[in-house]
């Protein structure tokens, strides 16, 4: 999330196959990793990179005694990054739970990196997630050869980081079915991966944990079995705090997306991507920004990442078929679709804060004029 | 710390503490944060150690009788010190002291040890004296630790949570290790360098304070040698050492203002121990404190096994797993922020992330049940009157309303102050739940500017005055202080406006900001648009009240208008698809929220004008709406056509136009029979309409003839319903009127010029008759006479 990627150009492959669109967390800080391995005098869990407070240290940033500076990976609440820290301490899975946009899958790679090393023990959670992914697949040419052997088998990244005790991690648990779900159970709670076919097993040694990434307010995904859940603890990463940090968020990630998707530089809009986040801001909380009215919320997420695409939307409008300033009028109609979801109920909702708030509210006639025409 | 901890151990070892008993260094100085558990357990292991013969606490003097009932049986706290001036019982200060207090701990150690106990403090017939109102009275009272020092302090220990600091190193030790006074002697020695570094705080009154304790002590001394313990904040410990000459302190003490005071004991709260205190020190979370004082061992794991003990009987499933991995959590997490003990964020931490699933909800009622607590102390009832019966007394007198055993009735009227001031109170003590008076209704007159009580005093009601105290020492003080705190305990939206109503009638001003707030926030909330819809015509009708009764009513007005804007947008879409019996109910919203929206737009018409018409016009176009779509009951529909065209906002032909619409073939009857309903049925004068409008009657009457035999059954029951309701003398004049045929009701749809219920032209014969009288009143011609005679009495027979 603090982090913005170089928008230059890649060099064509070929030419230097080391130069990645994006190296991975442990290539990209090595240098401060190693900093941080060197001064770290404290007590490591084993096969621990370094020590939980290094590990915490990484993620807020701050200076060596050396002077080197650690960069801030993450910047929201300290406790949360305490408690996510202590978690893989004990031995405990690790559940980072969040709307989209809210640096969980940044937060994981960069845990895994300072703790084990290595983040690329990855497995990605979709709707056809196998359990070959989860626990192990077999080589089929070494398998009718050979018959079953340990050679022709093909171990998942979750058998091998509990073979060498390392992080696993496991992007989108929620939208993994539920049944290879399930595998994980005896994985987190008896440390151990049976291989029935070789009567085998494979035991977790020290060092090995599991980093897993849900989203909680997404519909239709696959909930976690209580079995599950309960071997897990839960940090839900929030939403950024301040609007300001908000509108730079958005700001950022819309200039961005609008270079990608070559529309001209984008023009000065600043004010309404405020509205914008303010409006989701004051939907999701169930209060206005300044505390005294209280807002039913829509069913919808109203993420950061929608309100990066409303006023992406927006700004397309504004280009191509208005007068290439980000207006009420642009962003309102992508305001609707985001913010009523469900017909009936988010409706009432949004009509409901159009009538108690927007139209009381200072030099925000133009936006509720907008928004009333789209919504009639 | 380490070190200074180390060496001030071996200074005042066991010995050194029966040194002080033989006079050689002075009375053992016991400095405590108020409210500490750390502080109340170390408390008490020094008064073990030291065994004094005296025991000094920081408190107000007056007090002193009252001491022995804090070992009363019937005595739990929290409970407070509760000094008031006697003719004032508005001036007032508490002295909250919970189980887990040390000035608690104290006074019970004296007490079982048969021990004198005293209370030093400056006496409350001048601290009450110097306050300007009951606000002051907490800050004026006595702070044990001021905010600023013990961030000082804080910080040179590297810390930026002082709070956290001091739990640190003082409340979280546990008990029994090393010396009984080490944490003592390190606390004075810290808080002596912030005394030099911050002199009095900025606290001039602390001086005169600690001058008088100081003499107090020394009295102390005098009497019993030096085997006195000294309880108090570990703020004023460095002044109490400190050797000031007797005639100083006393010119300090000269010329100090007087009240007269009295003091008891009341009931208190742990919510009212966290929101603030007499001792000035408010602390977050009496729950958590209250378990650190209680639980003998294993703080964290006792603790985590309540929480999940919660969590569970509000159906969470929390296993011994849970309550395993969350006190690893938690102490690990200790561990790793470097603190000797896992605190309140540690555990709190860790429940969040194990037992909740990472969500704010569930944890939100641990802290509301545990981690601030609902414990309600008690006093014996043999504790003094509190204030606020004492200012019943004196209401009564002045009132003139005697408490008699016997039943009475009483009338009121309102425009008199007196009788005013007398519904006031009847109306505050119902609040208070102090069931002096019933409201009956009023015999004859049913004005608002009356009302009738039913009176009788029973004993009982003494007690609940006595617990009422709790809330505050007058009677309007503690029904605003109920009021509020009920507004925030009400479960539904109409217990907050029937709460609302009730302080306009009680004339509480001060809590309706509370209770608005509450009520808006509930509005806001609230989905259900019956709730909505119910709750606004009793709002409005506060707000009459107010007006009758000469009470701000603004904050009221406004509430109003949103609840009524919240109706407004989610009144069409509640209204789709509704069963018969829920349309029936939600007509009878509509015109609710009518006759509400009108009588807002009056009751604000006064004050800014603009948004109020607005108001109406908004109503309207909802109106406007209803009776348009398809898919809202018939009923609702043509209720909503009725108001639009009694307000004049539709014209004849356009509601003709629509009943037209309804009423055409192609409607199902038992719908079309639900419109006339809902347009010309109940006791809204719809027969009136019909019998005036002909063309309307028409319309009925044609589509009543067109309906199917087979429906005709099924249309029966409404229809008989609608026209039943209507007076006898209008059933009549419809029965007539459908009867004198079908070539009338031709000529009544026609285009001519007459009015609806008129004939198209002048009844020419019967125009004439009026002329000759015209005619002899403006004395024309009188050779037509005759001719006038006979027709004069044609049109009088």
Request: aromatic letters at 6%.
């Amino acid at each position: 999330m603090s982090v913005s990627v170089d928008p230059t150009f890649v060099e064509p492959s070929g030419k230097q196959p080391t130069e990645v669109l994006r190296p991975h967390a442990e290539d990209a800080f090595a240098g401060e990793l190693a900093a941080l391995a060197a001064q770290d005098d404290r007590p490591r869990p084993a096969r621990w990179k370094l020590s939980p407070w290094a590990v915490a240290t990484y993620l807020r940033g701050g200076t060596l005694p050396d002077g080197t500076v650690i960069t801030p990976k993450y910047v929201g609440p300290r406790r949360l990054v305490e408690v996510a820290v202590t978690t893989l301490a004990t031995d405990r899975a690790l559940l980072l739970l969040g709307v989209p946009g809210t640096a969980k899958t940044w937060v994981s790679e960069h845990l895994a990196a300072a703790v084990s090393g290595d983040s690329t023990l990855l497995v990605q959670g979709t709707a056809g997630t196998p359990e070959e992914a989860i626990r192990y697949g077999w080589n089929y040419a070494r398998l009718l050869a050979g018959g079953p052997s340990r050679d022709a088998l093909v171990p998942s990244p979750v058998m091998r980081a509990m073979a060498e005790g390392m992080t696993a991690r496991v992007e989108e648990l929620t939208r993994i079915p539920a049944d290879v779900q399930d595998t994980l159970i005896t994985i987190l709670s008896e440390k151990t991966l049976p291989i029935p076919e070789l009567g085998q097993e494979v035991q977790a040694v020290g060092g090995f944990n599991l980093i897993a990434t849900a989203n909680d307010r997404d519909r239709g995904v696959n909930d976690l079995s209580s079995a599950l859940r309960r071997r897990f603890n839960t940090v839900v990463l929030p939403l950024p705090e301040s609007v300001e940090a908000e509108v730079d968020i958005v700001a950022r990630r819309v200039d961005q997306i609008g270079r990608s998707l070559d529309l001209p530089a984008a023009p000065d809009g600043i004010d309404e991507i405020r509205r914008v986040v303010t409006v989701f801001r004051e939907l999701r909380d169930g209060v206005t920004a300044d505390g005294r009215t209280k807002l039913k919320s829509p069913s919808g997420t109203l993420s950061t990442a929608e309100a990066i695409s409303v006023v992406t939307n927006g700004f397309a409008l504004a280009t191509h078929f208005g007068d290439g300033v980000l207006r009420a009028g642009d962003v309102a109609a992508g305001m609707l679709g985001a913010v009523v979801r469900d017909p009936a109920a988010d409706r009432v909702v949004w009509q409901e804060y159009l009538e108690a708030v927007v139209r009381e509210r200072d030099g925000w006639k133009d936006f509720y004029r907008a928004c009333r025409e789209v919504s009639a | 710390m380490a070190g200074a901890e180390a060496g001030g151990g071996e200074a005042v070892g066991e010995g050194t503490a029966r040194d002080r008993g033989s006079g050689a260094v002075g009375p053992l100085l016991l400095g405590v944060r108020h409210h500490g558990p750390g502080s109340a357990r170390a408390v008490r292991g020094a008064l073990e150690a030291a065994r004094p013969r005296v025991v000094l606490i920081e408190g107000p003097p007056e007090a002193d009788a009252l001491i022995p009932l804090a070992a009363h049986e019937d005595m739990r706290p929290p409970v407070a010190l509760l000094a008031h001036a006697v003719d004032e019982p508005g001036r007032s200060a508490f002295w909250p002291m919970a189980e887990f207090s040390p000035e608690w701990v104290a006074i019970r150690w004296a007490l079982e040890h048969g021990v004198p106990a005293r209370f030093i403090d400056l006496p409350a017939t001048h601290t009450l004296a110097w306050e300007g109102g009951t606000g002051e009275g907490e800050e004026a009272a006595g702070l044990g630790v001021r905010v600023d020092p013990l961030a000082a302090l804080a910080g040179a220990a590297g810390c930026d949570d002082a709070e956290r600091w001091w739990e640190d190193v003082v409340e979280h030790r546990g008990a029994g290790e090393g010396d009984a006074f080490a944490p003592f002697v390190v606390l004075e020695e810290a808080m002596g360098a912030l005394r030099e570094a911050y002199g009095s705080g900025g606290h001039e009154r602390d001086l005169v304070r600690e001058a008088y304790m100081r003499l107090q002590v020394r009295a102390a001394q005098r009497e019993f040698g030096d085997a006195v313990a000294v309880v108090c904040g570990a703020w004023h410990v460095p002044a109490l050492r400190r050797k000031a000459a007797v005639a100083a302190d006393r010119a300090l003490l000269k010329g100090l203002p007087k009240v007269k005071a009295d003091m008891t004991w009341v009931p208190w709260t742990y919510r009212r121990l966290s929101r603030f205190s007499g001792y000035g020190a408010g602390i977050d979370s009496p729950g958590w404190y209250g378990h650190l004082f209680a639980a003998p061992d294993r703080p964290v794991e006792r603790w985590m096994t309540r929480v999940a003990g919660l969590l569970r009987a509000e159906d969470r499933i929390v296993s011994s797993a849970h309550v395993i991995e969350a006190v690893r959590l938690a102490e690990t997490l200790a561990v790793m922020r470097g603190r000797p003990l896992a605190g309140l964020s540690e555990t709190t931490d860790a429940v969040r992330a194990v037992m909740c699933e990472g969500s704010d909800v569930p944890l939100a009622l641990v802290r509301d049940r545990l981690v601030v607590g609902d414990v309600l102390g008690e006093v014996p009832r043999t504790a003094p009157a509190v204030p606020l019966q004492r200012d019943l007394d004196r209401l009564q007198r002045r009132l003139r309303l005697k408490p008699e055993a016997r039943e009475r009735e009483t009338e009121l009227d309102l425009r008199k102050e007196t009788d005013a001031e007398r519904s006031r109170l009847l109306h505050r003590l119902r609040l208070l739940g102090v069931g002096w008076g019933e409201p009956v209704a009023s015999r004859g007159s049913t004005g608002t500017f009356r009302e009738t009580w039913r009176l009788r005093w029973e004993p009982e009601l003494s007690v609940r005055v006595a617990e009422a105290g709790v809330w505050g020492t007058t009677v309007q003080a503690a029904a605003t202080a109920k009021a509020e705190a009920d507004a925030v305990a009400a479960h539904g939206l109409a217990e907050v406006t029937a709460l609302a109503e009730h302080c306009l009638l009680a004339g509480l001003s001060g809590a309706l900001p509370a209770v608005m707030q509450v009520l808006a926030d509930r509005a806001a909330l609230d989905s259900d648009v019956g709730h909505l819809a119910q709750a606004l015509p009793a709002l409005v009708r506060s707000l009459r009240y107010g007006d009758v009764r000469g009470t701000d009513t603004g904050a009221l007005a406004e509430v109003a208008a949103g609840l009524a804007e919240r109706v407004f947008v989610g009144l069409p879409p509640a209204c789709a698809a509704l069963a018969t019996d829920a349309a029936e109910e939600m007509r009878g919203h509509v015109d609710g929220v009518h006759t509400a929206v009108g009588l807002l737009d009056d009751a604000t018409a006064a004050g800014d004008s603009g948004t109020d018409s607005d108001l109406r016009d908004r109503w309207r176009a909802v109106l406007r709406v209803l009776s348009g779509r398809d898919g809202i009951p018939g009923v609702i529909r043509g209720r909503a056509v009725r108001l639009l065209l009694d307000d004049g906002e539709l014209g004849q032909d356009e509601a003709a136009r629509l009943m037209g619409l309804v009423l055409s073939p192609g409607t199902p009857p038992g719908d079309a029979a639900a419109w006339i309903e809902g347009f010309v049925g109940g006791g809204s004068g719809g027969g009136m309409l019909l019998v005036h409008d002909e063309r309307l009657l028409g319309l009925v009457d044609a589509w009543l003839t067109g309906v199917p035999a087979d429906a005709f059954t099924d249309v029966l029951p409404l229809l008989r319903r609608t026209f039943s309701a209507y007076e006898p003398g209008v059933r009549r004049t419809l029965g007539e009127l459908v009867r004198r045929g079908p070539g009338r009701r031709g000529s009544a749809a026609g285009a001519s010029a007459g009015a609806p219920g008129f004939a198209p032209e002048l009844d020419t014969d019967r125009a004439d008759a009026v002329l000759p009288v015209v005619r002899l009143l403006l004395g024309l011609d009188g050779d037509r006479e005759q001719h006038d005679d006979n027709n004069l009495a044609g049109v009088t027979g």
